[in-house]
């Protein structure tokens, strides 16, 4: 609206030079210093611009209120004043307490982060943060399963913005967001006793058609009204999908949303989506190496991270967190293919915080079903689609999707299951189902591997007890060096042998040289059918990781000059690990040498 009446009136701006004379803090409670001066009650609605009718205010805040107002006299005049006349009393003086809060001169606490003019007292009440919910206990919806069967640990008890995002949602969105999805939120949230978050980087999986969308589009909206706010300056979000058009349509979706309730400024120019509210940009862009280029984002949401490459996610998006504090990276989506190199990394690194038992660096959440668990049956497709019984989501969708031709889009999509594991050496859960609790024995063969890219060093430990062979995951690394130091504390068991690749052959200690054997292709070719052949047969029990398992099961066959061997390239992921079990299975369940030395006696 027009500003003649404060940028041409000498008295407002005289107001307004003794006002903020004290650099004082913004008078509505979000502890930034004041840059304006704000009337309590209107210009348009008859207040003065005497300063007994102006306080100190900040810019975002000004705007808010300016935002609010507008919409308020879109719905009618007479709403507008009523509003305007329940104004909190203006604040003349603040000062810090010792515990860094503000009181006014009437010593009442004053919120020092506000979430946004929205929550008026016209409106829903403004989320209190941050909030405790607890993990516990496990639910499960009419149809779908609330709880995901792979997920790193949160801390019990920890707070995190959840119910801040759950409230905008409800309150902005108008949709109650899935329990599924109140569970992930708290997870990413997660707060340190600092309030700062436990984890940068976030990475969600689940069947299509779950709420990915919803989810994202709630995070971003409480990123731009109530988080940017809370931090101050000018916040960059960006967001971006393996396809333009779906980035947009999560834009189109939102944008005019925060346009309509606060105000928000939106370039629709295509391929250039933006929005500005307050100072904080949200940027839209297509998932490529460029995409992140120029920018500090505090915030980036990543859809379909399964046809995203990896020179998108780290050369294009993720350096633009690497000078903030406190970024959030929000990766989601379905299973994907073998050619899914950048989320079988994140998904891997998932995977190993669950193994060790670690809060670790990330979070990472997916709904699948087990291997043990037939994936064309209703029970698996529950533990894939957590919005079962909530939405429009529905068992006979899914019965019906069940009977296309496309049996693998189904399983990918639908089921959540990366496609090549439907086609890997073993039989579906059988891995899974040799899990044993019983003690690994000394000894044994120590094999070695290296993933094809050689990013990660593997150390498979299998021992025989009796008929069986014992496996267990020794290290999982990801530096040569570091490989070395663990197999240096693995081989002071004098019992054990050291089974080696080729590419640790030239850096392999020479006091290793008695108890070491060297192993390639050739001898994965000749040893991965009598390995199988002795899981079939129940002859092979592991120790239970999570990693061994995803890898072993989603190793695929293939035939090579009457040989035939686990592919790395054909597999849906890395499979180091399953390479390197069976060249340690094969070593311990040959048969000993028992043979006696023969002494002969000569008369001559």
Known sequence: MPRQHTTQDKAYAAARREL????????????RMATEADHVVPYVLGGSN???????????????????????????RHEAIAAAQEQPQRVVKRKRTNDNSYVTNNNSPANPNP????????????????SRISQEPHSVAETGDDRPRLETITPEGVRSRATEIVSFAKDVLGVELYPWQIRCL????????????????????VARQNGKSLLGAAAIGWFLTIEAPRRGGNCVAISVA??????????????????????????????????ELHGHRWIVRAATPQAGHGYSASFLYIDEAWDISEDAIDTGLLPTQRAITNPICLMVSTAGTQNSHALLRWRGQGLRQIDAGEVGPMYFAEWSPPGTLDPMTPEAWKMANPSLGYGGLTIDVLHAEAKAPNRSAFLRSSVNIWIASSTSWLENGLFASCATTDPIPPGGTLSVETSLDGTRYVGIRAVQDG???????????????????????????????????????????????????????????????????????????????????????????????????????????????????????AMVSRPANNAKPIVAFSNG
């Open 186 to 205: 708290h997870g990413i949230t997660a707060l340190d006793d600092d309030d700062n978050f436990l984890r940068r980087v976030s990475t969600l999986s």
């Open 467 to 585: 008929n069986r062979s014992l496996v267990t995951v020794a290290f999982d690394v990801d530096s040569l060096a570091a490989a070395w130091e663990r197999i240096a504390e693995q081989m002071r068991d004098p019992l054990l042998q050291l089974t080696i690749t080729p590419p640790f052959e030239i850096s392999c200690p020479r006091e290793y040289d008695s108890r070491r054997a060297i192993v390639g292709y050739k001898e994965l070719g000749r040893w991965t059918q009598g390995v199988r052949a002795l899981i079939v047969e129940g002859r092979v029990a592991h120790s239970g990781e999570i990693s061994l398992i995803e890898q072993t099961e989603r190793a695929v066959l293939v035939r090579h000059q009457q040989t035939v061997a686990l592919s790395s390239a054909r597999s849906s992921g890395p499979i180091e690990m399953a390479r390197a079990m069976v060249f340690a299975v």
């Open 242 to 275: 393996h396809k333009l058009d779906l980035a947009v349509s999560l834009f189109k979706y939102l944008a005019p949303i925060l346009q309509e309730k606060f105000g928000a400024k939106v370039s629709w120019s295509y391929g250039r989506n933006e929005l």
């Open 50 to 76: 005497d300063i007994s009718n102006l306080v100190p205010s900040c810019k975002p805040c000004n705007a808010s209120r300016g935002a609010t107002l507008g919409n308020q006299l879109r719905k009618g």
């Open 115 to 130: 979430v946004t003019s929205f929550f008026t007292d016209e409106n829903p009440p403004a989320p209190v943060a941050p």
């Open 20 to 31: 903020l004379a004290d650099n004082p803090l913004c008078n509505w409670g979000c502890g």
